[in-house]
């Protein structure tokens, strides 16, 4: 295959499948960088219910919350609240523009430093904050930082994990980010009946996963990849050495690297024309556009970010709401060791259609129970406690079936599945249209669930029903296959074959005989 290189390449001597101290640090230490979007993402859905924050900057809202008039559905629609929100994410959009082009040239662990830094900047101007524009500003700094953190994390996981074991390394990602949310929750859960100032304090810890990700990346070498794409061949010599311990034979190895590397320095301009206008790429492009897709219409963002509105929207006080939230997030942190465990054994379709099945049995069951309880008025926000506990259970349930599916697999199946030459670009693509759907749906759901009620849920679980048919029939399996090998996958794949230029001879080769290629 012209894009893919699948067979091209002969297996790396080495110690491509060992599993040294140093990788181990490695990849954990840049998998923190989830903590960055997590913490962000569930601080700011706690902070949108604490009383503290409402009465400094949205006074209004929480007059909404007093009023036993109001509907249920409604309270939180405001159009600044929204602002503050979804201002995140759409910096995430505009950095991921620059962040494929600032990995490759700066490195994978300096964009991570870079990250760690603008982060640490936006929790300085979020602490100390005295309108809703210098709130807005912070978030935009923390939208950049999450924006490089999210795109070089995953490519420095896949470039150094060993094959058999790269979805398990790359699922740490997701496993950082819910704990960047489970240390926003508990920190929420300690300042929300703190008067006045409990809210400075939520943000300001912020500092705690700036310093991790910070401090990780300076002492952890740079991928041998990307020192050699940058000609720093000594350094990536070193580099791997470190990697793959001081016994092993790295020539190898580092001769397959190089080799890639010159291969990608003949693809290195025009990545987004292949991508878009050369048939053999039409896979890639369908999957680039597809899985973030895909995983932002899950209904992630109804049951993560918003998690604390819903139960308070279903009766509970603010300080349970947050409980609550804890509880889901130590849910999903269970749910991604199990699926640490089972993406290199069942693979990646497998997981991606059992979860996406308890989906849309979850959504349709509380879009059940908020449609008997609530109506399409929501005028009564007392549902009955059985009731109430239930929905906290789905919401469970829910994070369970995505916690072990689509949440850690997007970033394993955009890693991995891409050829060289157009990686970037295929990264860089999805970052800008997950962004983008994250963007709208942050702008638009406390506006749809005060319009479509429980429909909002049905909305939802429809998705997933067309995510689940699409994945069972276009999505290759890509489980142990090492990076260089992937273009093998699609060659074999029953409809995307007709694509491929020239069918690769050779079998898929086995994960424990190979090495990973670079990124």
Not at 13 to 32: N, P, Q
Not at 309 to 326: E, M, P, R, W
Request: aromatic content about 12%.
């Amino acid at each position: 295959m012209t894009g893919g290189g699948a067979g091209a390449l002969p297996a790396a001597a080495g110690g491509g499948g060992a599993i040294t101290f140093t990788v181990v640090v490695s990849c954990l230490t840049a998998a923190s960088g989830g903590l960055l979007l997590g913490y962000d993402i569930s601080v700011t859905g706690g902070l949108m219910q604490m009383e503290s924050f409402l009465q400094a900057f949205f006074p209004e809202i929480l007059r909404n919350t007093k009023n036993t008039q109001q509907d249920a559905y409604c309270i939180f629609r405001n159009q600044k609240l929204t602002l503050f929100v979804s201002s995140l994410y759409l910096a995430g959009i505009l950095s991921f523009f620059v962040s494929g082009h600032l990995t490759r040239t700066v490195g994978r662990r300096n964009s991570m430093l870079i990250g760690g830094f603008l982060f640490l900047a936006g929790v300085v101007l979020n602490f100390t904050a005295v309108n809703i524009s210098m709130l807005v500003i912070g978030r935009i700094l923390l939208g950049f930082a999450v924006g490089f953190t999210s795109l070089s994390a995953p490519v420095y996981l896949a470039e150094i994990a060993p094959a058999r074991w790269r979805g398990a390394f790359t699922t740490c990602f997701h496993f950082f980010f819910i704990s960047g949310m489970f240390m926003a929750d508990m920190v929420n859960y300690g300042t929300n009946n703190i008067p006045r100032w409990g809210w400075r304090l939520s943000l300001g810890v912020g500092i705690v996963p700036a310093a991790v990700i910070i401090a990780g990346a300076a002492l952890i070498p740079d991928t041998p990849n990307s020192l050699v794409l940058r000609g720093r061949l000594d350094e990536a010599r070193a580099s791997l050495r470190r990697l793959r311990g001081g016994s092993a034979d790295i020539d190898a190895e580092l001769e397959g690297i190089a080799a890639a590397v010159e291969r990608d320095r003949r693809h290195a301009s025009g990545a987004f024309r292949r991508l878009f206008f050369r048939r053999e790429y039409r896979p890639h492009l369908a999957i680039a556009v597809a899985t973030p897709v895909f995983f932002d219409l899950t209904g992630v963002i109804v049951v993560s970010i918003f998690t604390p509105l819903l139960f308070y929207t279903v009766g509970f006080t603010n300080q349970k709401a947050i409980l609550g939230s804890i509880l889901t997030d130590v849910v999903s942190l269970a749910s991604i060791a199990v699926a640490g465990l089972a993406v290199d054994r069942v693979g990646r379709r497998r997981l991606l259609m059992l979860g996406g099945a308890v989906l849309v049995l979850s959504l349709a069951a509380m879009a059940w129970i908020f449609g008997a309880q609530l109506g399409t008025h929501g005028g009564n926000k007392d549902m009955p406690r059985g009731y109430a506990t239930a929905v906290v259970a789905l919401v469970c349930v829910y994070t369970a079936a995505f916690g072990a599916s689509w949440g850690p697999l997007k970033w394993v199946v955009t890693s991995e599945i891409f050829p060289l030459e157009v990686r970037p670009a295929a990264l860089g693509l999805g970052g800008a249209i997950s962004g983008v759907l994250v963007f709208v749906q942050s702008e638009s759901f406390l506006e749809m669930l005060c319009s479509f009620k429980y429909g909002a849920f049905l909305f939802y679980a429809g998705c997933v029903v067309v995510m689940v048919a699409c994945v069972a029939v276009f999505l290759p399996e890509t489980r142990g296959v090492p990076i260089e090998s992937m273009g093998a996958v699609w060659e074999k794949h029953w409809y995307w074959k007709r694509y491929v230029v020239t069918p690769s001879s050779a079998p898929v080769p086995e994960p424990a005989k190979q090495a990973d290629r670079p990124v």
